[in-house]
């Protein structure tokens, strides 16, 4: 196990109580000695912190100030961490202005604010007006984040919703844009999506039930009390999730209903908000589709047809069952196509083969053709929006990749034309010709290839002595693109490698990618993650003991199982909201995320194979008495997806087996939930304090 050159200098760690809880599935007894770290009032929690069991607050209290102690002589390299990531963010920023009628909205930030603003301006330029002031609504707050905010299509009104706790809890309000003042309605316990119909009276939106879980779409008329709003649509099925949505014609608002494999979609048309949902395509276990509009008929991107990585179909928006559906654009096994925009004159999809993103434009009419947008660099990441309007050549795309800051482009599709509309700025100045990106391609165990994304300064040795830090995650079917982060800059700058392992269980190559690496194949997703480990340590790039480890929610379940699996591997892990304790949560179906996650990783209440295949890996289950590398783990209080009680108690378990001298550390935020710290700038500084762990054991807290 390669450390720490020196000894490190710690206080005493705090020891958790061993209550030994027995429970018994499927002939197995299961043996929990932390179960008491999950508070009896859990649910209650979220809504108050205050009401936490004071034995508990007092051990994660005592977990906290050991952690502060054990890093206090990073406090000075903390701060010059936390100097370096602010220099590097233009504070007075603002977004490219989306125009939308007369207007043209845009967000933007003050020097020395935390939160964002919400304007707009007359299209042709002139005066702003400040919509919300984030920094203002925040103000003796411990915690603030904006959700979503929408507009109505009259441009009087502005309705948005507000987390004040961390736990993911969102009220909608709504705004007079004219006298700048909040009307009286207030809808509570919503999942933040707003969408307004077309007569700007009448919005749309999702509430939770009791266990948090989205299930139930609500109609809401501007000016009535919340508890007189219409139920439009409920989901009886606790493993599905709802959401709601527009079309890009802003004629029809959308439902969905989801879990991570199968899709159902209603349409309600916005000229009558009154009229009832209508059923596109009834659900069908493993059918997932996604719903357009153009003119008289629906465009629907599907898996259908043995479509793996997805076509494009149109069907009469009269009778869009699946019998009249008609191909337009063609399955390609290994072209994953991701996101499909229709406007008036144009289709554009944003689609991924060998792991690298493109545009498509699809022009409409009697004589389709295509093009593509071009990149060059050999790793980059893209992104694209539709923004508000239909009537449009102007698509908006983002692209930047691991040494170029982000670019925003206006495309017009008609003359095949970008303009450059902003430049990502680093006010402390950034040379991208100062750092090398690569795309490498490490063996898998079974022959297969992973993608890793590699960023390092010029100069740095290629000789095996330079620390690592390898970044991944692997779930859901997410994949990671290779962009730019003024952050990781800090790291690169005093000798570190940044990677990513683009493993399997994301969509980088492919829907294959994914369905490899979840149920019965999710081992891949952890040999894939240590492969790119043992590959870049081969090629020079680092050494074995010299990796720094990191990922969060569901990465942090991987940060756990290859904890287990390769501990010498690994100089630290960093696991923020990790998702470790996987068996007990996925026996416990009144959690909020639990139904809905059966389809990834397996249901083992009714399946004595899936539990064992579980059980095999999770995290907390495997921690065996072993030297362990370096450990830090975050946590929310409020975090209602990855509660704070799974890395508290994977931390107590880990410290009381581990037989090496490294450190074991648990941070748990008393004020916030999955997503960290609200404001810009106390999110660097978990950052930083991310980065002065990984530079402290790789004995690098002294470079610059």
Same mark, same amino acid.
């Given at each position: ?92 920023? $603002? ?7 007369? /207007? ?5 930030? =003050? ?55 961390? $736990? ?38 999702? +509430? ?33 999730? =709802? ?8 004629? /029809? ?27 596109? =395509? ?28 997805? +076509? ?59 093009? $593509? ?47 450059? +509309? ?105 040999? !894939? ?46 696991? !923020? ?128």
């Amino acid at each position: 196990m390669h450390g720490l050159n020196r000894p490190i200098s710690r206080p005493l760690p705090p020891v958790a109580q061993r209550r030994p809880k027995f429970l018994v599935h499927h002939g197995v007894e299961l043996v929990d000695e932390y179960a008491w770290l999950r508070a009896d009032n859990w649910q209650d929690v979220m809504r108050d912190p205050g009401v936490l069991d004071a034995e508990i607050r007092a051990y994660l209290e005592a977990e906290n100030a050991y952690t502060e102690a054990a890093l206090g002589e990073t406090a000075a390299l903390q701060d010059a961490l936390f100097a370096e990531m602010k220099a590097r963010i233009k504070e007075d920023d $603002s977004s490219v202005p989306a125009p939308d009628g007369a /207007f043209a909205y845009f967000s933007s930030y =003050v020097t020395g604010g935390q939160y964002p603003r919400l304007c707009r301006q007359p299209r042709g330029g002139g005066p702003e007006q400040v919509l919300i002031d984030g920094n203002r609504e925040a103000e003796g707050k411990a915690y603030w984040q904006l959700g979503a905010a929408a507009h109505s299509p009259d441009h009087k009104l502005m309705a948005y919703a507000v987390d004040d706790k961390g $736990s993911e809890l969102f009220a909608v309000r709504i705004r007079d844009l004219a006298t700048g003042n909040d009307l009286p309605d207030l809808i509570p316990d919503t999942r933040s999506a707003i969408v307004w119909s077309r007569d700007s009276t009448t919005l749309f939106y999702v +509430r939770l039930d009791a266990n948090q879980r989205p299930l139930f779409v609500y109609r809401h008329r501007v000016g009535t009390p919340a508890d007189q709003d219409v139920l439009v649509y409920e989901e009886k099925d606790n493993g599905f999730y =709802v959401g709601v949505g527009q079309t890009q014609s802003g004629r /029809f608002i959308t439902i969905d209903a989801h879990d991570h494999q199968t899709t159902e979609v209603y349409l309600i048309d916005a000229d009558r908000p009154d009229s009832a949902p209508r059923l596109v =395509v009834a659900r069908e276990h493993g059918h997932e589709y996604a719903v357009e509009h153009h003119g008289e008929r629906l465009i629907i991107t599907t898996n259908s047809g043995g479509a793996e990585d997805f +076509r494009i179909c149109e069907a009469p928006v009269a009778a869009p069952q699946m019998a009249n559906w008609r191909e337009i654009i063609p399955h390609k096994p290994g072209r994953l196509i991701i996101e499909t925009i229709a406007f008036m004159g144009h289709l554009v999809r944003l689609e991924r083969e060998d792991g690298l993103p493109r545009i498509v434009i699809r022009r409409l009419g009697d004589t389709p053709s295509e093009h $593509s947008i071009a990149f060059d660099e050999e790793a980059y990441a893209l992104g694209m929006s539709g923004g508000y309007e239909f009537e449009t050549t102007t698509l908006r795309f983002t692209y930047s990749s691991m040494t170029t800051p982000a670019q925003v482009f206006d495309y017009d599709m008609e003359a095949r034309t970008r303009v450059l +509309r902003k430049t990502q700025e680093v006010p402390s100045g950034h040379n991208p010709a100062d750092y090398v990106t690569r795309r490498l391609h490490a063996p898998a165990p079974d022959g297969e290839t992973v993608p890793v994304s590699v960023l390092y300064r010029k100069g740095t040795p290629l000789d095996g002595t330079a620390p690592l830090f390898l970044y991944g995650y692997g779930s859901y079917g997410i994949s990671i693109p290779a962009s730019f982060s003024t952050s990781r800059l800090s790291l690169v700058d005093r000798g570190f490698i940044f990677a990513i392992a683009h493993i399997r269980g994301g969509k980088d190559k492919g829907y294959r990618w994914y369905t490899q690496g979840k149920l019965e194949r999710k081992l891949n997703t952890f040999t !894939d993650f240590i492969a790119a480990g043992e590959y870049l340590a081969r090629e020079g790039y680092t050494s074995r003991g010299r990796i720094v480890a990191n990922g969060g929610s569901a990465g942090g379940m991987l940060m756990g199982v290859v904890a287990n699996m390769a501990p010498e591997l690994f100089l630290g892990i960093i696991a !923020d909201v990790p998702f470790v304790d996987v068996l007990n949560t996925m026996l416990d179906g009144s959690l909020p995320l639990t139904p809905p996650e059966w389809p990834e990783w397996g249901n083992p209440i009714t399946s004595k194979a899936e539990f064992d295949i579980i059980r095999s890996y999770s995290p907390y289950d495997n921690v065996a008495r072993k030297a362990y590398p370096h450990i830090f783990a975050y946590g929310g209080l409020t975090d209602p997806r990855v509660t704070y009680w799974e890395p508290a108690k994977w931390i107590a378990r880990l410290r009381h087996m581990n037989t090496s001298r490294n450190l074991i550390l648990l941070k748990t935020n008393m004020e916030a939930g999955h997503g960290g710290a609200s404001g810009r700038f106390e999110a660097l500084k978990e950052i930083a304090l991310d980065y002065a762990f990984a530079l402290k054991i790789a004995d690098k807290t002294g470079e610059a």
